[in-house]
């Protein structure tokens, strides 16, 4: 007859389920790179005909102001281009997070189901786990979690993105750079955008993930007493991150985190003690250049060793 889980393995099923969530995040996130990546080269020439023209105007002696510059037929160009082809993209972005929102509730409710029944094994305990109705699934998906549409907030990427180059443009004018500087600029200012649509996108599945597992946990509260907090112990894991990890939580406690974060909740059946380790434990067995590479300095980790932070 097999062993009953252990509490440590039931943590590691729970960080195995993050880890799939994780890669899936991933393949999504390499999408919108890819994205990105096609708008940019449609926009690089007009990128590069704009600051050579504002290049050679100052060669020559003109005056050039940022209000200037703004009236170039190519400017206008570019922030049409720009306009169309953000919003293109947040279309996409938008079908993407909806797609994975979908499978990740389908996720949650599968891998609560299997936390609960490895935790009762644990405990060698009968217990009758209750599914989430469809209708509590499908209202997660495509809202943020005040209940606006997600729609709303990626409508806002075009803007931000037109923006973002008109401010890149600016800075390059004021502080007198090339043209290469200028482009360079204006391109990076390009890649916040991106970086915004893929943190959008990761923390709104993980959101996802995070409320249908909540709301799975209160449709078995006849069972449940709480919540686990689920971090990775590694050390590319954040401080305050692993500082939550093995922490336990009432059920109508919300997991409050920072944007992308990849922690998740293992349910705690009633009267079950918690005895796994938790991360400050695990943090301080930790080789000094894990330490390091966790809280980000030397003098952090001082700081932790000598006691003036934990």
């Known amino acids: 007859m097999p062993k009953p889980p252990t509490q440590a393995e039931i943590y590691q099923t729970a960080v195995d389920f993050k880890d799939a969530l994780i890669a899936a995040d991933q393949a999504a996130s390499e999408k919108i790179v890819a994205a990105y990546a096609r708008s940019f080269r449609k926009m690089e020439a007009n990128i590069r005909v704009l600051t050579e023209k504002i290049e ?23 922030q049409r281009q720009i306009a169309d082809e953000i919003t293109r993209i947040s279309g996409q972005v938008e ?21 609960i029944n490895l935790a009762a094994e644990s405990a060698q305990a009968a217990v009758s786990f209750s599914q ?9 998906v495509g809202f943020l979690a005040d209940g606006s549409p997600l729609k709303g907030l990626l ?4 803007g931000m993105a037109g923006q973002a180059v008109a401010d890149a443009l600016t800075d390059g004018i004021t502080r007198g750079l090339g043209a290469g500087a200028t482009a360079r600029n204006m391109r990076n200012a390009l890649g916040g955008n991106m970086t915004r649509a893929m943190t959008i996108a990761r923390t709104e599945t993980m959101r996802a993930y995070r409320e249908a597992t909540s709301r799975t ?18 050390r590319r894991t954040c401080g305050s991150c692993l500082a939550m990890a093995g922490t336990v ?3 109508d406690e919300r997991m409050e985190s920072h944007p992308r974060c990849r922690c998740v909740a293992q349910p705690l059946l009633r009267g ?21 590479a966790i809280l980000g300095s030397n003098v952090a980790v001082k700081a932790y060793r000598d006691g003036l932070v934990k």
Do not use: C, M
């Open 95 to 115: 079908s993407s997070i909806i797609t994975a929102q979908t499978a990740a509730v389908t996720q949650a409710v599968a891998n609560t189901g299997t936390l």
């Open 272 to 292: 079950q003690a918690v005895t796994i380790q938790n991360g400050d434990e695990w943090f301080s067995k930790q080789p000094a250049d894990v330490q390091r």
């Open 56 to 78: 050679r105007a100052r060669a020559t002696g003109q005056y050039i102001s940022p209000s200037w510059a703004f009236q170039i037929d190519r400017y206008q160009t570019l």
């Open 217 to 234: 946990f209160n449709q078995n509260r006849d069972i449940l007493q709480g919540w686990v907090w689920v971090a990775s112990f590694s």
């Open 249 to 251: 939580h009432r059920l």
């Open 132 to 140: 989430l109705p469809k209708a509590a699934t499908e209202s997660i």
């Open 155 to 158: 409508d806002k990427l075009p």
